[in-house]
Nanobody
Framework: QVQLVESGGGLVQAGGSLRLSCVAF????????MYWYRQAPGRQRESVAF???????SYADSAKDRFTISRDGGKNTVYLQINSLKPEDTAVYYC??????????WGQGTQVTVSS
């Protein structure tokens, strides 16, 4: 059974940093592509970053230069480092992956709130 558990969100001032974590159970983060999404109030969920099994990374335009996705195979955990936080980064951040059969899995999300 696949389970994704996010943590690391919180309330921070603009300009601050956070590191979000996603611990995966039942799936290997070194084999599966792993994604971070976010959903702001009243807006659709959007992809912000992903890392492939080969270690390649990709970012949404809004995340370039400030967001860094990484993984630790030993801890089976994916991270999202966010620097220079802006109020518009306020959202619930979700971890996501898709298994070999095309079934998508989501974590419960972690709230990031950035005050101006």
């Amino acid at each position: 059974q696949v389970q994704l558990v996010e943590s690391g969100g919180g309330l921070v001032q603009a300009g601050g940093s956070l590191r979000l974590s996603c611990v995966a159970f039942g799936i290997n983060v070194r084999i599966n592509s792993m994604y971070w999404y976010r959903q702001a109030p009243g807006r659709q969920r959007e992809s912000v970053a992903f890392i492939t099994s080969g270690g390649s990374t990709s970012y949404a335009d809004s995340a370039k230069d400030r967001f860094t996705i990484s993984r630790d195979g030993g801890k089976n955990t994916v991270y999202l480092q966010i620097n220079s936080l802006k109020p518009e980064d306020t959202a619930v951040y979700y971890c996501n992956t898709v298994d070999r059969w095309g079934l998508a899995y989501w974590g419960q999300g972690t709230q990031v709130t950035v005050s101006s």
